[in-house]
């Protein structure tokens, strides 16, 4: 079974984001495994850090380096990413020719209250995953809107046409990534 490191771009302690990604790892129960990455604690990027790079960033470059695969699950900020995302992604893609995202495959999601379900920060997440030289799965898109009651609080969702929806969706992702070699070595 391959394990997602999966990226939650909110530091919320009642992040809808979360509970979201928490209910697609009980989806993907026997499916995939989820290795949660904590991204609150990097820095805020700086060149300058490199000199000396905190124990943050090396420890996060290293799982980035050694991950299969990625599943971001974001928030949309003023209709782009949430800094701490940004941060994260600028983070593990430097020093040049030190790229760790390179090769990876990857897939995105997000919630918000909102219509349009993170569908713009997406977008601008799928073209940053595409600069850095990984390999996003295109299809299902998942624009979430939270509404009350949809996911309890055992991260079980409620609704029984959401929950198809988001177990098509491992699915999808689980073959994807069956099909994607991570295996063969690519230079950043
Ligand atoms: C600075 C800021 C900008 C936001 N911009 C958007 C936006 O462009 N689109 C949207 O749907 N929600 C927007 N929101 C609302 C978020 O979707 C909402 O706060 C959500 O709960 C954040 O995700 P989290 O619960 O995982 O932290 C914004 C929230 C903040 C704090």
């Given amino acids: 079974m391959k394990t997602v490191t999966v990226i939650v771009g ?17 989806l993907a129960q026997g499916r995939l495994a989820f290795d949660f990455v904590d991204i609150s604690g990097l820095p805020m990027y700086n060149d ?52 760790a995202w390179v090769g990876k495959p990857a897939a995105v999601m997000g919630t918000t209250p909102g219509a349009i379900g993170t569908a713009v920060a997406q977008s601008h997440l799928r073209y940053i995953c595409t600069v850095l030289d990984m390999l996003v799965m295109g299809q299902p898109e998942v624009y979430f809107q939270t509404k009350p009651g949809l996911i309890d609080d055992d991260f079980t969702v409620t609704d029984e046409t959401t929950k198809a929806f988001l177990t098509t969706f491992v699915e999808r992702f689980a073959a994807f990534l069956d099909r994607v070699d991570v295996k063969t070595p690519v230079a950043a």
């Fill in 10 to 26: 909110s530091a919320r302690t009642g992040s809808i984001n979360l509970k979201l990604a928490r209910a697609v790892e009980k």
């Fill in 48 to 99: 300058d850090l490199w000199a000396d790079t905190p124990e943050a960033v090396t420890v996060f470059k290293e799982k980035i380096a050694a991950a299969e695969a990625v599943l971001f699950v974001t928030p949309e900020f003023n209709r782009s990413l949430p800094p701490i995302l940004v941060n994260a992604l600028s983070w593990a893609s430097k020093p040049y020719g030190q790229n």
